[in-house]
């Protein structure tokens, strides 16, 4: 009797561990349960948050493709007139640089020709002295 009184209370004791390793393991996994559900809401939020801005980002990506297809005609426009006012500016430049050269040329003739008359001249005042 005597050991079975010992057996007893050693499987009430084993019973009792055991009903406290369970409540343990449950909450435990109870707060397991609770870690997990909060980190999908997380990531749920945070993949709602990221598809919105990646919506947004989108809409204007599409926004700004049309306005710059708006402004393609006009931005070849402005690339013409850049380009013909170029040709414009070098054709006055040339004409400018050629204008020059006769000057230059019409000024080293009249030079020539002055001088050939002074020297003339003082030739004919000593000539005459």
Known sequence: AKTKDEFEVLAKTNEEEINKLKLSFLNTLAG???EVTQEKLMA?????TISNKLKDMTEQNKTHG???SELEPYTQGINIK???LE???QEKIFSMI???EEHKHKYTSSMSIFSEKIIA???EQKEIR
């Open 32 to 34: 397991l349960q609770d």
């Open 44 to 48: 749920k939020s945070e993949h709602e």
């Open 66 to 68: 049309a306005k710059l």
């Open 82 to 84: 850049v380009s013909e």
């Open 87 to 89: 040709n414009k500016i």
């Open 98 to 100: 050629s204008n020059l």
């Open 121 to 123: 001249y003082e030739k």
